[in-house]
Nanobody
Framework: QVQLVESGGGSVQPGGSLKLSCVAA????????MAWFRQAPGKEREGVAY????????YYADSVKGRFSASRENGERSVYLRMDRLNYEDTAMYYC???????????????WGQGTQVTVSS
């Protein structure tokens, strides 16, 4: 079992920025991909970005493309999500996930963090 811990959430005004962090408690050779998901009240959890760790390449959902940027540290145990130009629709609980296969589907990930809340309000 790999424990993932997110941090960095908070409250921000529209147009503002936040940077989320996710740290894996230990390395696991089966993990090739780490991703960020979010879930707003009354909505399904959706994938927003993932990083293919071996190539340090990132992919984004259309809803966040150009505003969010995912990155990792060289040790591959930490990933980050820089979020710029935040709007009300970005309000959600944000979750970090890790697994062997990359994608934006929940079923592709074995390990999940507890989430960190992001609230965009004026």
């Amino acid at each position: 079992q790999v424990q993932l811990v997110e941090s960095g959430g908070g409250s921000v005004q529209p147009g503002g920025s936040l940077k989320l962090s996710c740290v894996a408690a230990e390395s696991n050779a089966s993990i090739n991909c780490m991703a960020w998901f979010r879930q707003a009240p009354g909505k399904e959890r959706e994938g927003v970005a993932y990083i293919y760790l071996r190539r340090n390449s990132a992919y984004y959902a259309d809803s966040v493309k150009g505003r969010f940027s995912a990155s990792r540290e060289n040790g591959e145990r930490s990933v980050y999500l820089r979020m710029d130009r935040l709007n009300y629709e970005d309000t959600a609980m944000y979750y970090c996930a890790a697994g062997p296969v990359c994608g934006l589907a929940q079923r592709q990930y074995n390990y999940w963090g507890q989430g960190t809340q992001v609230t965009v309000s004026s």
